[in-house]
């Protein structure tokens, strides 16, 4: 017994071991742009229907908007030509010019009419004066000019022409670009089918919360989030459940969620352990792809393709699995379901923290933005959970050595940016 001693710790246990390739975030990315494409199908959808939905094909306005000339304010309607320099005495016709209740006939040259906001310009109009700036009598009114031409009014399709693309193939369809299709006569759009995102959590450890309180039991917790997570992206989620340590099983269980899903989540069981089997089961298929990427958290990402279905082997650790879904598997679902490669829009601002970052690898810190300013999470230890939800974003610092002082500007990565 004597003669076996522990292994001496080094003090650089946690730097890299020596002579390993680890591919750089950035060509990690590049690979992975580079072999996918759209698997997703077309479809015609109502446009007040496809909130959430990519386009399949160009938008284009059905009219413009605005459709006609019409007044911006409230006020009185003239023609330009009869106004002059100081004080101005117009007499006011008869009836007047409201939405959707356009003004019947000409207005004399020299004479005004009464309009609301949003009225087609009567034919003689050119020009509206705000109603505070004038005074009436009922009959006439006066202001002072001099007024601009034009003013106050918004020109046909001063905002989208007829005819105009209003958004390309791919846009993804929100609330703001509903308000365009409707307000430029579309009623229907060509989509593509939200991509399906199976989500299988592995691991004989795993319960579902609740399930057991034996401690040697760790409750999934990353196929609540990830399954959350590929709603919030609007796209289809569907839960795979829970595969055992076990082979047999887990193929069993890959064969079917390929039936049903355009890519696969897994998450556990990828870093080419005794009990990897997520990693030995894409290997037998020859399309393994173990990515030992220069990423912290997160390194090992399992790729390959399960009967003609993608499959990203996620790091079972919660928050590695959270930021390699996001740094990876997000823009890649892009691709996969017709919106093209998309990569988040993060914001450089003042760092509330100190570090000394070593080179070598890229690092997210879970942050927040208080008062301007990053802070990030007071442990960076994978395993703090809690520092997932206390976060609103992430801190990206790049592959090279950085001294991070408070007010370095820094690139932070909201959650939402991977939306
Ligand atoms: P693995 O990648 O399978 O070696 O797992 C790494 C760590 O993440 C282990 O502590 C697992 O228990 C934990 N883990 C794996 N899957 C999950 C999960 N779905 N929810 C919470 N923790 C997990
Ligand atoms: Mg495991």
Not at 1 to 16: E, I
Not at 334 to 361: D, I, S
Not at 401 to 416: A, R
Request: hydrophobic share 40%; with cysteine.
């Amino acid at each position: 017994m004597s003669d076996l001693k522990p292994p001496q710790l080094k003090n650089d246990c946690f730097a890299l071991p020596p002579g390993v390739d680890w591919t750089p975030v950035d060509d990690a990315l590049d690979r992975l742009k580079d072999r996918l494409t759209r698997v997703v199908s077309e479809k015609i959808v109502p446009a007040a229907e496809a909130n959430g939905c990519i386009l399949a094909a160009d938008a284009k306005a059905l009219r413009s908007n605005p459709p006609g000339a019409n007044a911006a304010v409230d006020g009185y309607g003239m023609a330009h030509a009869a106004t002059g320099d100081g004080d101005q005495l117009l007499p006011v016709v008869e009836g007047r010019a409201a939405a959707g209740a356009p003004f019947d006939g000409t207005v004399p040259l020299g004479s005004a009419v009464r309009i609301l906001t949003g009225a087609l310009l009567p034919n003689g109009v050119d020009t509206v004066v705000l109603q505070e700036d004038v005074s009436s009598d009922g009959s006439r009114i006066a202001f002072k000019g001099p007024i601009k031409s034009g003013a106050n009014t918004r020109k046909a399709g001063e905002d989208v022409q007829a005819g105009n693309v209003i958004f390309a193939s791919g846009t993804r369809l929100g609330p703001t670009e509903l308000a365009l299709l409707a307000a430029t006569g579309v009623t229907d759009v060509s989509v593509y089918a939200p991509l399906r995102v199976g989500v299988l959590s592995t691991g004989d450890e795993l319960a579902s919360a609740g399930e057991s309180f034996d401690p040697a039991r760790t409750f999934d917790a990353n196929r609540p989030m990830l399954l959350s997570l590929i709603e919030d992206w609007r796209m289809s989620p569907v839960d795979l459940g829970h595969a055992p340590d076990d082979r047999v099983a887990l193929r069993r269980i890959l064969d079917a969620a390929a039936e049903r899903s355009d890519v696969i989540l897994t998450s556990g069981g990828a870093s080419g352990g005794d009990e990897d089997h997520v990693s030995a089961l894409l290997e037998e298929t020859g399309s393994l792809a173990d990515w030992r990427i220069a990423l912290k958290p997160g390194r090992p990402l399992a790729l390959g393709i399960w009967k003609g279905v993608p499959v990203f082997g996620l790091p079972g650790n919660p928050v590695a699995a959270l930021v390699c879904t996001m740094i990876f598997a997000r823009p890649a679902f892009g691709v996969l379901g017709g919106e093209g490669w998309k990569e988040p829009q993060g914001f450089l601002v003042p760092a509330a923290f100190e570090k000394r970052k070593k080179p070598g690898r890229r690092e997210y810190l879970r942050a927040r933005i208080r008062d301007g300013r990053a802070e990030v999470f007071k442990s960076e230890g994978s395993g703090r959970l809690s520092g997932l939800a206390w976060a609103d974003g992430l801190v990206e610092l790049p592959d090279g050595e950085m001294d991070v002082t408070p007010g370095t500007p820094v690139k932070y990565l909201p959650y939402n940016s991977f939306r």
